[in-house]
């Protein structure tokens, strides 16, 4: 195996791809790990972590599916004892903003003895180009059990951004960085603008808890459904309706802002209409 300096967890997602792009142009030495890499990293075959460790000097976590759902503190507890054994030096955690079961791993990262950077995101924009929203997005209608609570959504490019920064300048060791755009924007008003860009028929439809988890289950096993639920349950009462200066701290300049996304992301063509929208969700 060669040897590496930096592992990237979960390096085929949103965050994991840019931030091994980042560091790969940079000139670093990346182990950019997931199900399917040699060596693979699987968070369900902990008795499997060692060799994708080994040799580190500094870990991204992203952990999958989420830190708030059940397990994922026994999981970074385990992550965070092999990390020990195999000699890393610091870890850089991708957490969820107003998650309690993250900010409890966060707190295992904090009580590790290693050095650490921590990343509390709140919800990324590109949840409406790449993620779980692309295809509500393309069909025309996006139903969530959001009302008209206002998020603080956050471009996953500065949380690559932050996340490089914090792996390579250990001026970010002990640092808390809550990343968030720079617009408060309801969902309401984060689909219109969307819509403005693309010329496109898209509405959004608040829905109740009760309505999501009754669509899920029709495309997703039944824990998914739960979990989702659950986050949304949890973290869309009003408890994010604040910006955070994470972006300008750990990088000296401002967030990228949801309107030079939705223009570069239609430019780009991951906006094309599908079927007619279904008005009732
Ligand atoms: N989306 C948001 O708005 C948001 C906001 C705040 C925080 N977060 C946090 O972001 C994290 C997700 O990060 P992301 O968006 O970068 O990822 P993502 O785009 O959802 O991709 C998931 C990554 O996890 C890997 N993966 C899936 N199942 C796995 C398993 N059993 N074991 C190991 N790896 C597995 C996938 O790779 P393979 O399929 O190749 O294995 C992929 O690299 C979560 O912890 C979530 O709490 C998300």
Redesign the pocket.
Known sequence: MSQSTFLV?????????RIVQRLQAQGEAVRA?????AP??????PEHWLPALSGIEVAYI????????PG?QEAIAELIRQAKTAGVRKLVL????G?QN?ERCEQLVRDSGLAFTLI?????Y??FS???LLESVNSGLVALPAGEVREP??D?DD?ADVAVAAMRDDRHNGELYEVTGPRLLTFHEAVAEIAAVTGKPLQYVPITLAQFHAGLTASVDAPTADLLTSLCEEVFDGRNEALADGVGRALGRPPLDFGAFCRDRAAAGVWRATAAPAVNP
């Open positions: 967890i979960g390096a085929t997602g949103k965050t994991g791809r790990v997931s199900r399917g890499s693979a990293f699987d968070w369900e075959q992203s952990y999958y599916p989420d830190l708030a759902a994922s991708l957490s969820g903003r998650e993250a509390r995101a709140s919800w990324f590109q949840n790449e993620g779980h959504f956050v996953v949380i």
